[in-house]
């Protein structure tokens, strides 16, 4: 992304914004986890209520960030508080040998956080006034695609069909590019604690 620092306290308010919308779309992310677990295989909803919570909570953060372009210390509290439970949640999502749902489960979950991520770059971009490059706006149309596939499966697998091999290989070849970026997780999760402290004159 093509930063130019400019007004030294947008440049601030822009990277802080960069860290909630980083938080809002791991939440989005394990949101969507839990409510496949919940619809192919039956998991109890504790785990999904508790992230809702705090995915909803996040989604009223950024909302009002993007109005007054500052956080308050209370604010900030709240969503490294978010922070933590998610590099909690984090550390076991990626498992030793699953099965198709919970591969089905990673695969889109981390294509709807990724979504998210991109949404808010391009948001970013347009609030901040900044150049973030063509290639997000472009990814747009891929992740729609691909949401909406995911979306199909699970609800095939929710009602007991069964999915065409060659989707089952697309599955799979996603999921082992997700796997390979597992020691990512919890280097995101330091940065968004960063990017919520950044300070431009510390």
Same mark, same amino acid.
């Given at each position: 992304?093509?930063?130019?620092?400019?007004?030294?306290?947008?440049?601030?308010?822009?990277?802080?914004?960069?860290?909630?919308?980083?938080?809002?779309?791991?939440?989005?992310?394990?949101?969507?986890?839990?409510?496949?677990?919940?619809?192919?295989?039956?998991?109890?909803?504790?785990?999904? $209520?508790? !992230?809702?919570? #705090?995915?909803?909570?996040?989604?009223?953060?950024?909302? &009002?960030? @993007?109005?007054?372009?500052? =956080?308050?210390?209370?604010?900030?509290?709240?969503?490294?508080?978010?922070?933590?439970?998610?590099?909690?949640?984090?550390?076991?999502?990626?498992?030793?040998?699953?099965?198709?749902?919970?591969?089905?489960?990673?695969?889109?979950?981390?294509?709807?956080?990724?979504?998210?991520?991109?949404?808010?770059?391009?948001?970013?971009?347009?609030?901040?006034?900044?150049?973030?490059?063509?290639?997000?706006?472009?990814?747009?149309?891929?992740?729609?695609?691909?949401? $909406?596939? !995911?979306?199909? #499966?699970?609800?095939?697998?929710?009602?007991?069909?069964? &999915?065409? @091999?060659?989707?089952?290989? =697309?599955?799979?070849?996603?999921?082992?590019?997700?796997?390979?970026?597992?020691?990512?997780?919890?280097?995101?999760?330091?940065?968004?604690?960063?990017?919520?402290?950044?300070?431009?004159?510390?």
């Amino acid at each position: 992304m093509n930063i130019n620092i400019g007004d030294p306290q947008k440049y601030e308010a822009s990277i802080q914004y960069n860290g909630i919308i980083l938080l809002a779309s791991y939440l989005q992310r394990l949101y969507v986890y839990e409510t496949i677990q919940v619809k192919i295989n039956n998991a109890t909803d504790e785990k999904l $209520k508790k !992230v809702k919570g #705090m995915f909803e909570h996040s989604e009223m953060m950024v909302k &009002i960030f @993007e109005e007054t372009k500052s =956080l308050m210390d209370g604010q900030r509290d709240k969503l490294k508080s978010f922070a933590g439970e998610v590099s909690l949640l984090m550390q076991d999502y990626i498992k030793d040998e699953p099965d198709f749902n919970e591969r089905l489960a990673i695969v889109g979950s981390t294509l709807y956080g990724e979504q998210m991520m991109n949404f808010g770059i391009i948001k970013l971009g347009h609030i901040f006034k900044q150049n973030v490059g063509k290639d997000f706006p472009a990814r747009a149309k891929f992740y729609e695609d691909r949401t $909406k596939a !995911v979306d199909l #499966m699970v609800h095939l697998v929710a009602q007991g069909d069964t &999915i065409e @091999e060659g989707m089952q290989d =697309l599955i799979d070849k996603w999921y082992v590019g997700i796997a390979a970026q597992k020691g990512g997780i919890l280097t995101d999760i330091r940065k968004i604690n960063e990017m919520l402290d950044f300070k431009l004159n510390q």
